[in-house]
């Protein structure tokens, strides 16, 4: 009888520690589980194909195997030449939209400038003096840089291709008082706190605010273009009308037109005449 007591003590002994070790394991789990972080990484991390549905699981994919936006491809081309990207709706971001075309050109020896608005004349200067300069063949006093002269002497070797004002200086690389001269003609500094608001856009392709033209850059020429002949020559050699309604202003892009929508440009055709967009959302 003792025997079988003690025998049932120990079976009991038995269950009981064997009961006391899953209790205490699954006391374990559920602390582990408990401290597991439970943030949402989608409120943590701007992680791109986060869905508010968090729970569900997603399948991981490899960035290049998903087709880049116009404005994704835009930016990464710019993103070479501008180092800071600026802030959706601000003025910068506004000037980058109607102006910043001439970004994405991809030549070594072709500078851009190092922000989109000078401050005065001796900023600009400074950044000017810094350019590798080249006459435009067979006129007064027009200066591009280099790379943009050549182009452009290039297609005015193969057809015949006039400045707007025949052979003058100011439609070519401009000096800050030039551009602002050019906007004081047709602008003030109402337009000009509009413009910074983003209330006004029109203006832009009329005239360039203080500072911020692309004639400041040694890139942008005024022609009198009228024929398709014209500016398929110039487009050939690439040159483009990259800033919408100014008829008479070509950038220098340096690339082929095939390359443009590979590089995010929309074009736009208004009154027969193809303008190359960059696809910076208007945000206001
Ligand atoms: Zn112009």
């Known amino acids: 009888m003792k ?10 002994t038995a269950i009981f520690i064997c009961l006391a070790l899953v209790a205490s394991n699954s006391i374990q789990r559920y602390q582990t589980v408990t401290n597991a972080p439970t943030t949402n990484p989608c ?29 994704e491809r835009f930016v990464a ?30 030549a070594d020896n072709v500078k851009l400038p190092p922000k989109l608005i000078f401050n005065n004349e001796e900023d600009t200067k400074e950044f000017q003096s810094q350019l590798q300069l080249e006459k435009v063949v067979n006129t007064n006093d027009c200066y591009l ?12 070797l193969q057809f015949n291709i006039p400045l707007k004002s025949g052979y003058g200086a100011s439609d070519c690389t401009r000096s800050f008082a030039t551009n602002l001269r050019f906007w004081h003609k047709y602008a003030n500094n ?21 500072g911020t033209s692309q ?16 500016r398929q020559i110039l487009n050939q050699n690439g040159w483009f009308q990259t800033v919408v309604k100014d008829v008479p202003h070509w950038t220098y892009l340096g690339v082929s037109a095939e390359d443009l929508p590979k590089l995010g440009f929309k074009n736009q055709v208004i009154q027969g005449i193809t303008y190359w967009l960059t696809p910076l959302y208007r945000l206001l």
């Open 3 to 12: 025997r079988i007591i003690k025998k049932a003590k120990f079976i009991f």
């Open 43 to 71: 409120l943590v991390l701007e992680v791109s194909g986060c869905t508010a549905n968090a729970q569900e699981p997603s399948l991981p994919s490899p960035v290049s195997s998903q087709p880049l936006s116009e404005q």
């Open 77 to 106: 081309a710019i993103m070479q030449n501008l180092k800071v990207m600026p802030e959706p709706g601000s003025y910068e971001y506004t000037l980058l939209r109607s102006y910043g075309a001439a970004f994405i050109n991809p």
């Open 145 to 156: 840089q280099k790379s943009a002269a050549e182009a452009l002497n290039k297609a005015r």
């Open 190 to 210: 109402k337009t000009l706190e509009k413009v910074k608001q983003g209330k006004e856009t029109a203006i832009l392709g009329v005239v360039a605010p203080p």
């Open 215 to 230: 004639h400041l850059w040694g890139l942008a020429i005024d022609l009198g273009v009228f024929n398709a002949k014209q």
